[in-house]
């Protein structure tokens, strides 16, 4: 086998001990992709025909891409000896198995299902929104006693699933140090940046780092110097701050305050509900001044499974509406408000009942947010979130006790795509629970005093 050169950052990860798996972190272009590579050759050298490997991505590109490194370095390794099935995506090698798989959800699992590994590659790991499938892929790592069975992740900051990612693999430990995962086995967090990878122009790929970023010095720094500690190039970043928008949990909200409801629906992906009130310009039950106009965000309703933000809990609109009405009745205000146009549509004929009929027959009442462009929504959403804190404009101000809330809209990302959106793959349903109560115009407003 012809030797294969390693970077000293791809030296050091080859060196953390075969019991731990990794998680290749930090900024872009840190020599991951070869690092990957290099680990994979030398699992099939060791292990020979006992060797089987699966390398996961979400895309089937993100797959062409590392089969084009791949192909690079088993040509240099074993010469006519490896080849390639691109219909299989499976590499022949002298000894051993490599499989390339595009899994982006439960229903491209079963491609694997059932299957054993010994050693698993997951790329990319925050453009899944949530752990699930990368969980059921640990099912697959099977083998041989004397193989030390390992799993090995890698991602940049930002993306979907970057709370998840973040919360579990890097912010438990200190670099380079095993910890204990919810996997009850030992990781190590292996960070890399572009200054790490020798073969790189570091001047030119800086400059192109930043062209790229289009502007956004979040989302550059966390390109250039992988900080995972708040979500670089997260959509509200720069103008949704804790210290400026949070606001302590209310005792009660003041007369002559307009109060509603702003939900967004949902039963296998959460369902959110936000009890929302305008100041007439006067102080709240904080002692704060909320200048006139300001929204403050009291209380919500998120039906969502624990570190799964995508996901919910599937209730039915009579279980959803009878915990609404609970959440009115602890504020003593009526439950009536805004949601999604799409709870108004009869997708069964004219004459069938829409949700919004459903929850009207249990007591909740909701208008069409008429929401206009997204981008308009989020826009307004952004200044109102910007001008927090302000003594002379309305801000918009989010409660301590909304905790969906608080866990999601720091981390939902930028649409590739379209600047300025975000992105729909993330757990967005906060954020348009929020946007619809934000940009409803038609209100109209009942209190009650229980």
Known sequence: MTNVEATPY?????????????????????????CKALLILRHIEQYKEQARVLYVRKTYKGLADFELVLRSLFGAAYGSGASYNATEHVFRLPYGYVELAQVDSLGAYDKVQGRSFTLIMVDELTQWADPHVIDMLRSNLRGPKEI??????????????????ASRYVLPAKNWRPFNTEAEGLCVHAPSTY???????????????????????DLYRAWTEGDWSVARGAFFAGCLSPDRCATEPWSSIPDGWDTWLAHDFGTASPSATYLMTESPGAEGPDGIFYPRGSIIVVDELATVRPNRPSEGLGWTVPRLSEAICELCQKWKVEPDGTADDAIFARARGFSAATIADEFSQQGVNFSPAGKGTRKTGW?????????SGMPDKPGLYISTLCK???????????????????????????????????????????????
């Not at 790189?200 to 010095?217: H, M, P």
């Not at 826009?379 to 001008?387: F, G, N």
């Not at 990302?413 to 934000?438: F, Q, T, W």
Request: hydrophobic share 35%.
């Open 195 to 217: 200054l790490d990878n020798p073969h790189l122009d570091a001047d030119d790929y800086r400059r192109q780092l930043k062209a790229a970023c289009a502007g956004d010095e």
């Open 10 to 34: 791809q030296s050091k990860v080859l060196s953390v001990p075969e019991s731990c798996d990794l998680f290749l972190g930090g900024g872009r272009g840190g020599g991951k992709s070869h």
């Open 404 to 450: 969906y809330a608080w866990n999601t809209l720091p981390v939902i990302p930028r649409d590739p795509r379209d600047i300025e959106d975000l992105d729909s793959d993330s757990a967005d349903h906060a954020a348009d629970a929020v946007r619809y109560g934000v940009i409803w115009e038609r209100r109209t407003f009942f209190r009650k005093t229980f």
């Open 379 to 387: 826009q307004k959403m952004r200044t109102l979130l910007s001008q």
């Open 148 to 165: 030390p069975l390992r799993t090995v992740y890698a991602g940049n900051p930002g993306g979907v699933g970057h709370q998840w990612v």
